[in-house]
């Protein structure tokens, strides 16, 4: 089945630049979508289609897709944005849902 | 305002079934497809399984098929994921969450709902 590889953890400074990265084979024709999860809470669209933003996630938030690797970037990072960073696909072969497992951002 | 509202916490005990709900509120419930997602203590996300309101056509994530059942009422706007027979293993948070028909991500999460299963 198909799977996707997230770097478990991240930390980076307030007012700095994360970057966190998706694996998977063949991304291309697949679009990558991108899901924060703050501590207790239910998980929330940040970036759909490789790089557009639902309406009120700030634009700091920006995703980008070549090749077998996804990226999601936080610029200018806050406080509270410190949260959970799940990819997501949908694999057209299987017709399932895919879920990467997640990278812990933590705010210095 | 688009809401997907869940039904609440529940314990149960091993071998009791069990069925929690998702209500769609704000949008046309027959337009969307939904989901539903697992998320065991201190893990990841896991897709379940989905449901199309309008006709019912349901798909199941190999991983869960067999062991629970999705369903939904469009009278009543709400789908529904129910278990025959419950297991320890299947104490997690479960969330509900839109697809738009003609995307492949999920614009909008319900609030969860957590099992817990002990004897």
């Known amino acids: 089945s198909y799977s996707l590889t997230q770097s478990p953890s991240a930390s980076v400074a307030p007012g700095q630049t994360a970057k966190m990265t998706c694996r998977g084979d063949?991304?291309?024709?697949?679009?990558v979508h991108w899901y924060q999860q703050r501590p207790g809470q239910a998980p929330v669209l940040v970036v759909y289609?490789?790089?557009d933003r639902p309406s009120g996630i700030p634009d700091r938030f920006s995703g980008s897709n070549s090749g077998n690797m996804a990226t999601l970037t936080i610029s200018r990072v806050e406080a509270g944005d410190e949260a959970a960073y799940y990819c997501?696909?949908?694999?057209?072969?299987?017709?399932?849902?895919?879920f990467g497992g997640g990278t812990k951002l933590t705010v210095l | 305002e688009v809401q997907l509202v869940q039904s609440g916490a529940e314990v149960k005990k091993p071998g009791k079934s069990m069925k929690i709900s998702c209500k769609g509120s704000?949008?046309?419930?027959?337009?969307?497809?939904i989901a539903w997602v697992r998320q065991m203590p201190g893990k990841g996300l896991e897709w379940m399984g989905i449901i199309y309101p309008s006709d019912s056509d349901t798909r199941y994530s190999p991983s869960f098929q067999g062991q629970v059942t999705i369903s939904a009422d469009k009278s009543f706007n709400t789908a529904y994921l129910q278990w025959s027979s419950l297991k320890a293993s299947d104490s997690a948070v479960y969330y509900c969450?839109?697809?738009?028909?003609?995307?492949?991500?999920?614009?909008?999460w319900g609030q969860g709902t957590p099992v817990t299963v002990s004897s």
């Open positions: 063949n991304f291309e024709p697949k679009s």
């Open positions: 969450a839109r697809l738009p028909n003609t995307a492949a991500y999920f614009d909008y």
């Open positions: 704000g949008y046309t419930f027959t337009d969307y497809w």
């Open positions: 997501q696909v949908w694999d057209i072969s299987s017709g399932h849902w895919v």
């Open positions: 289609d490789d790089s």
